[in-house]
């Protein structure tokens, strides 16, 4: 049974930095993408960073050069380090893996929240 349980979020300042976790257990992390997606209220959930079985990343514009996805390979630990926070990035911040790694997420973790005044 695969679960995915995301930790470090909070409240900070617009210009902090926080570190979100996603502790993944039932499966081993290096088979699968996994990946940090958003969703603030009143919108739609977005996609933030993905990282791939080989450790390639991609993210979403707005957080370029801000924001950098890893794993911890031998922990089975994604992270999500977020550098010069913004207000616009206050969301609830969910992690996500799947096996196929296509377009869709198979596994979701409740989510952590993260908001910027």
């Known amino acids: 049974h695969v679960q995915l349980v995301e930790s470090g979020g909070g409240s900070v300042q617009a210009g902090g930095s926080l570190r979100l976790s996603c502790a993944a257990s039932?499966?081993?992390?290096?088979?699968?993408?996994m990946g940090w997606f958003r969703q603030a209220p009143g919108k739609e959930r977005e996609g933030v960073a993905t990282?791939?079985?080989?450790?390639?990343?991609e993210y979403v514009d707005s957080v370029k050069g801000r924001f950098f996805i890893s794993k911890d390979k031998s922990k089975i630990i994604m992270f999500l380090q977020m550098d010069r926070l913004k207000p616009e990035d206050t969301a609830m911040y969910y992690c996500?893996?799947?096996?196929?790694?296509?377009?869709?997420?198979?596994?979701w973790g409740r989510g952590t929240q993260v908001t910027v005044s």
């Open positions: 996500a893996a799947d096996a196929r790694c296509g377009l869709t997420y198979t596994y």
């Open positions: 039932g499966y081993t992390s290096r088979n699968y993408c």
């Open positions: 990282i791939d079985r080989e450790g390639g990343t």
